[in-house]
């Protein structure tokens, strides 16, 4: 073995097994990076490297659509002015509300502009469940409904779901306990299925999802909601 | 001779090499015969949506770019007043302006604007006259996933009695979650929502994540294809990034199966 100082052969001095070791490691670190280098050519490069063939599509018709020469520009306009208006009437020019139940904001429009905007309180999303396997989901329908009732001095009438939720007894259907005065505020405005638009005396909680469906706002809010609103007036959750 | 010119690994290096070239290399040839599938895919749908509404396509020659743009105006407007017909809400996206909105029977509920687009040139190799037309009716959602719930639904059993009562606490409504998700649409096109610039560092690795999974599933889909002797899928998309606020008022306020509008010129 040539042990010199300018010529010594490394190899020879290690170990066969700690050798073996080595190229195993390394033979298994180059057939994983060729499978990370796949798997990130599959995952990020190949979709836009497939679409560098596309080319822009010409013009072309198919041979069962309607053959027509030339477009009329004039009748065309007026299709366009037409429908516009169309899309544009959907719009009420009576008064309204926007409603967004995800982060439990209001906005009031009047003449097809915003007159006001503000905190409210919607579903809670909370899923009640009995011992006596009934339960109610509180949350907020989402849609368009319209102004089917008005009351000033509401009065909240207890539904089942109160009592259980605060496990107390539930009383008859007509039992007079039911019926809570001042807890709804000075107005209400019903939008159907039970659904209120209502004040509340938990004010702490407006621009949060708490409710049991119906919409809560605060005093002034409320008032003005109540005097904008018409029956009949359209109320857009989202 | 050197650990690292030794023969086996020479060899192993080399065929590694080439076989990732091959197989990146059919791969990619796969996704474009999947691309021009999914063009004919997106026609043969929009062909028969229009002939389900018994609508026709009412041009022959290439118009000049006034009439090319009342015709686009035309459809969307026709779109718009279909979907506006639903109980539901549905979401209308206007490309050249970036702008999603949310309406309800065609009032804007919420209107957001996307700070990035980016649409897939599959659109471009539709045939411009069926593209135009076929925009004129709404497509439907087939599926979603995102990182958020749809429905943030919270169960509570009943107290059996007033001692087991205890008044709800103030809800959480820090934004805390991320908000990224993907809408796809019949017939597979993907419309991708994701929320700009992560306000945490973390938020940013979950985007990531999400989206390496979306692709990680994507091509394993292909690779389960492909072991049955079929082409890839192309899926078209568009890409949106906006706010997070945004996305999440959308994604909650969109109905599972509802409707979508585009507009892409």
Same mark, same amino acid.
């Given at each position: 073995m040539n042990t010199t100082e300018n010529n010594i052969d490394f190899n020879s001095e290690i170990n066969p097994k700690i050798k073996r070791f080595g190229y195993a490691i390394l033979l298994i670190n180059i057939i994983l990076s060729g499978f990370i280098i796949l798997y990130f050519y599959f995952t990020y490069f190949s979709q836009p490297v497939a679409e560098l063939v596309v080319q822009n599509r010409k013009w072309t018709i198919a041979l069962d659509s309607v053959q027509n020469d030339k477009v009329d520009l004039k009748k065309l306009s007026k299709e366009v002015a037409t429908l516009a208006q169309q899309f544009q009437n959907l719009t009420p020019s009576q008064p309204y509300i926007v409603v967004n139940t995800t982060y439990n904001r209001f906005r009031l429009y009047k003449n097809r502009k915003q007159v006001r905007e503000g905190f409210c309180s919607t579903g809670s999303y909370t899923l009640l469940k009995s011992h006596d396997k009934r339960q109610w989901i509180f949350h907020t329908p989402k849609g368009m409904y319209k102004v089917l009732g008005k009351v000033t001095n509401p009065v909240w009438r207890r539904p089942d779901w109160s009592y259980v939720e605060e496990g107390l007894p539930i009383p008859s259907a007509?039992?007079?306990?039911?019926w809570e005065a001042?807890?709804?505020?000075d107005y209400a405005l019903s939008i159907g299925d039970g659904y209120l638009i209502h004040g509340t005396?938990?004010?702490?909680?407006?621009?949060?999802?708490?409710?049991?469906g119906c919409i809560r706002m605060n005093d002034d809010d409320l008032e003005a909601v109540y005097k904008t609103l018409e029956l009949e007036s359209k109320v857009y959750i989202y | 001779m050197s650990l690292f010119m030794r023969k086996p690994i020479k060899i192993t290096l080399y065929t590694t090499a080439i076989l990732v070239v091959i197989v990146a290399v059919t791969y990619t040839i796969l996704k474009v015969v999947a691309f021009q599938k999914a063009i004919n895919n997106v026609e043969q749908y929009m062909t028969n949506e229009l002939d389900k509404r018994k609508k =026709?396509?009412?041009?022959v020659a290439e118009p000049d770019s006034n009439i090319k743009s009342l015709l686009i105006q035309k459809a969307y407007y026709q779109a718009l007043l279909t979907a506006s017909k639903s109980d539901s809400i549905f979401l209308a996206i206007n490309i050249p302006d970036s702008s999603i909105s949310l309406m309800i029977k065609g009032v804007v509920a919420h209107r957001a604007k996307a700070e990035q687009v980016k649409v897939s040139p599959l659109f471009s190799a539709i045939n411009p006259p069926l593209l135009i037309q076929g925009l004129s009716v709404p497509f439907t959602i087939s599926k979603h996933t995102s990182t958020i719930p749809k429905v943030p639904l919270m169960v509570k059993i009943a107290p059996r009695d007033t001692s087991e009562y205890t008044p709800d606490v103030?809800?959480?409504? =820090?934004?805390l979650d991320p908000v990224n998700f993907i809408l796809e649409l019949k017939p597979n096109i993907l419309l991708y929502f994701y929320e700009s610039n992560p306000s945490q560092s973390s938020d940013g690795f979950n985007q990531f994540k999400f989206d390496l999974r979306e692709r990680t599933w994507t091509v394993v889909q292909d690779f389960k294809r492909i072991s049955k002797l079929k082409t890839p899928v192309y899926k078209p998309y568009i890409r949106f990034r906006l706010n997070k606020k945004d996305a999440k008022v959308i994604y909650r306020a969109v109905p599972e199966h509802g409707q979508v509008i585009l507009r892409l010129e």
């Open positions: 007509n039992d007079p306990s039911r001042g807890v709804l505020g005396i938990y004010k702490r909680f407006l621009g949060m999802p708490v409710t049991h | =026709t396509i009412e041009w103030i809800p959480d409504t =820090t934004d």
